[in-house]
Each structure stands twice: as structure tokens, then as C-alpha cells.
């Protein structure tokens, strides 16, 4: 069974940052797509960013443009996601996940408050 297991999040202040990590048990995993979700209380789950698996190209929700940036290390088989300038409204569940495969790992919290 694949696992996916996220860790880095925390209580931050607002314009504070966090760094994600997220660690695969997939073999395949250079060869698959990452990325992190997040689901706030009360609302739908959405996509943070995402990385492909050859020229790692990350692609980013607009709230999380010039902020956020994701990266890969298909050695370590983990992905990261580097958050800067942190507002309340990032408070939420941050996922992993591999794209296109029903794999979530337990979740890590984000709080932004002051």
C-alpha cells in the first residue's frame, strides 16, 4: 500500500513562513506527477500547486503565486512546498498527493494567526 506522509506544518504568524514535506512510498515515483491540496474547514478541497515529474515544472493556484513554491527530490522520493508570506486565509489541511492516483496521506495542519 502506498504512503504518503506529510509533515512541517504548524502555528505560524501572519507574514510567517512553513516549509511542507511530504515523503512517498511509490517506487515510481520520479516518474509520477506531486502535488499539495488543501482543505480548509468548511470548504472544498483545492489544489495548492503542483510539480511535473521530468522538468519538475511547478504549477501554482493563483493565491499561491510569488508566495509558494514546490519542489521534488526523486532520490529522497519527497516533495516540498516552501510557503512564504503566510495569511490567515492559508489556514487549512495541507495534502500530498500523486497526481492522478487516489494516494493522501494523513495531512499536516497550517494555522495563521496572530
Known amino acids: 500500500q502506498v504512503r504518503l506522509v506529510e509533515s512541517g506544518g504548524g502555528l505560524v504568524q501572519p507574514g510567517g513562513s512553513l516549509t511542507l514535506s511530504c515523503a512517498s512510498s511509490?517506487?515510481?515515483?520520479?516518474?509520477?506527477?506531486m502535488g499539495w491540496y488543501r482543505q480548509a474547514p468548511g470548504k472544498q478541497r483545492e489544489l495548492v500547486a503542483s510539480?511535473?515529474?521530468?522538468?519538475?515544472?511547478?504549477h501554482y493556484a493563483d493565491f499561491a503565486k510569488g508566495r509558494f513554491t514546490i519542489s521534488r527530490d526523486n532520490e529522497k522520493r519527497t516533495v516540498t512546498l516552501e510557503m512564504n508570506a503566510l495569511k490567515p486565509e492559508d489556514t487549512a489541511m495541507y495534502y500530498c498527493?500523486?497526481?492522478?492516483?487516489?494516494?493522501w496521506g494523513q495531512g499536516t495542519q497550517v494555522t495563521v494567526s496572530s
Open positions: 498527493n500523486t497526481i492522478g492516483f487516489n494516494d
Open positions: 510539480i511535473t515529474n521530468g522538468l519538475q515544472y511547478g
Open positions: 511509490r517506487e515510481m515515483f520520479r516518474r509520477l506527477d
